[in-house]
């Protein structure tokens, strides 16, 4: 073996920057990968266009807080943000809500458009906060999420115990007190769909995702590139290798503990003691070279079956033609009440991203919509929904256009900025970090069977010994929070195998990091 590393990260989302963040910070000499990821925008012509949406719901989270304690970083990372007023708004037929951060000023928003149900909202957003606070305290633990072995299901239980809606048997219902099919339900459950990796969603995860988007939205400047640029920078600091371009094609095993890994292109082996991915299990023994679980082993693993899944379009658009109380963060309803909602209009999630876009004068919008599997809508025809959906609701807006296209279809990107459309072949983006073929939505799993408290998915522990789950598939129900909690749980796993780090970090955490 020519090199040699500690740990072996595949993978570039926000679990998997974590995990390396901290185990580097740790002492251990991580190697991480981008294993496939792609950066969050492209460009054309020198315009930037994006691959999809981000919004870090996670900011608030104590893990995220843990995270910043532990890199000393949290005085550095609270220089890059700001807050974003509205939190978020809402757009439908004959309705326009604004979020806003101040009590005072979201409760004018609900006696204006909700006036019959001010009691009832109250409430809820009570009971959120009551909910809320309690989930951070037991997530503020130092436990593994989700728990694997008895003691650990025993230590998550005892720190969840006092979380109201945490358990299934907690029958209570967060929306039971709104009549019917009352519009503000469509609210709650939207803005916490689009936050979700999975399509089913318990109370609990209701409420968390829901009470993230209300308790202060945290804005980077430079969006998920920004975000990622901060961790990489992190794990570089602190003596790790980085490369996001280069992946692993083979991971290999020594009486089924991984051992190493080989790099698409090289034929040499690059030895390592741990393995830490952000994508699936499958995936992870698909690349182990002759490892065979047993059928029980693998019957044990959940299914993942993808039902939904998050079609994007950019749309490069004259600021001008955009109305200028337009936040950051909208939900667009293109049916209202749900009931009506017509099954070719997608529900969308639109952002209006910051900065210059590379066109003077102009605004670049990004538009996800949730594509269930048995819809009516085709992808080829996904980006016509979605610009019908935004029309709809944003009035004029067609005559504005500069640049639309999406990376999932595979169509020409539409310019029209000579007055009418051009379509640009695909192969023309190549140069400029875009893909000539249609790249592959993110998908929404449903979960069978379901696993802690209709919470997670797959376990954090692989049946490959030495490798471990930080992605999506660990806590799937609860989005950002659910990565950042695995990616902890991972690195707690590997730096208690050795006990001289262990004493380290333990001697780090008596220290007082100055905020």
């Known amino acids: 073996m020519s090199k040699h590393y500690d740990v072996a990260v595949l993978g570039a989302g926000i679990g998997a920057l974590t995990a390396a963040a901290l185990l580097s910070r740790r002492s251990w000499r991580v190697l991480l990968l981008g294993q496939g990821w792609r950066p969050s925008t492209y460009r054309y ?59 005072q000023l979201f409760g004018k928003e609900v006696d204006r458009t909700f006036p019959e149900v001010r009691r009832v909202i109250d409430d809820v957003y009570t009971e959120l906060a009551r909910t809320n606070a309690a989930a951070d305290a037991a997530f503020e633990r130092d436990l593994v999420w989700p728990p694997g072995t008895f003691w650990e299901r025993r230590e998550a239980e005892r720190a969840a115990a006092a979380v109201p809606r945490f358990q299934p048997r907690d029958r209570a219902t967060l929306l039971a007190e709104f009549p019917g099919e009352h519009p503000y339900r469509s609210i709650v459950e939207t803005t916490a769909r689009f936050a979700s990796h999975a399509a089913d969603l318990p109370e609990f995860a209701l409420a968390r995702l829901h009470g993230s988007w209300t308790r202060g939205i945290i804005a980077l400047e430079g969006a998920e590139t920004e975000l990622v640029d901060f961790l990489v920078d992190r794990v570089r600091g602190q003596g790790g290798d980085v490369d996001l371009g280069a992946a692993a094609t083979r991971i290999i095993h020594r009486r089924g503990r991984a051992a190493g890994i080989v790099l698409d292109g090289d034929d040499d082996v690059t030895g390592v003691n741990f393995v830490l991915t952000d994508h699936p299990t499958r995936s992870l023994l698909d690349w182990t070279t002759d490892f065979e679980p047993t059928r029980r082993t693998l019957a044990a693993l959940p299914h993942l079956l993808p039902t939904e899944w998050r079609f994007v379009v950019s749309i490069v658009v004259r600021a001008d033609g955009l109305p200028a109380a337009l936040g950051e963060e909208a939900f667009l309803l293109p049916a209202w009440p749900r009931q009506g909602r017509n099954a070719t209009q997608p529900l969308v999630h639109l952002q209006r991203r910051r900065g210059p876009c590379g066109i003077e004068g102009a605004t670049l919008l990004v538009a996800e919509a949730a594509i269930a599997e048995a819809a009516s809508i085709p992808v080829s025809q996904a980006r016509e929904a979605v610009l019908a959906v935004l029309q709809s609701l944003l009035p004029y ?26 379509d640009v072949s695909r192969t023309v983006l190549r140069a400029t970090g875009g893909s000539p073929e249609a790249e592959p939505m993110v998908a929404k799993w449903r979960v069978h069977p379901p696993a802690f408290q209709g919470l997670g998915a797959e376990p954090i522990r692989t049946p490959l010994g030495g490798a471990f789950l930080v992605g999506p598939s660990a806590l799937p129900a609860l989005g950002q929070e659910g990565e950042l909690l695995a990616a902890w749980s991972a690195a707690r796993l590997v730096t208690r195998t050795d006990k001289r780090r262990e004493r380290m970090r333990r001697e780090m955490w008596n220290t007082i990091e100055l905020r």
Not at 52 to 81: D, H, K, N
Not at 407 to 419: E, N, T, V, Y
């Open 45 to 103: 012509d020198g315009v930037t266009l994006a691959r999809r949406t981000f919004t870090f719901l996670a900011g608030s989270s104590p893990a995220w807080s843990r995270v910043l304690t532990e890199l000393a970083q949290t005085q550095t990372f609270r220089r890059r943000i700001s807050m974003l007023d509205p939190m978020f708004q809402v757009l439908a037929p004959k309705l326009r809500l604004e979020a806003a951060p101040d009590v």
């Open 397 to 422: 807006v067609e005559r504005h256009y500069l640049i639309v296209d999406s990376p999932h279809d595979g169509r020409p990107l539409w310019d029209f900025r000579s007055g009418s459309r051009r």
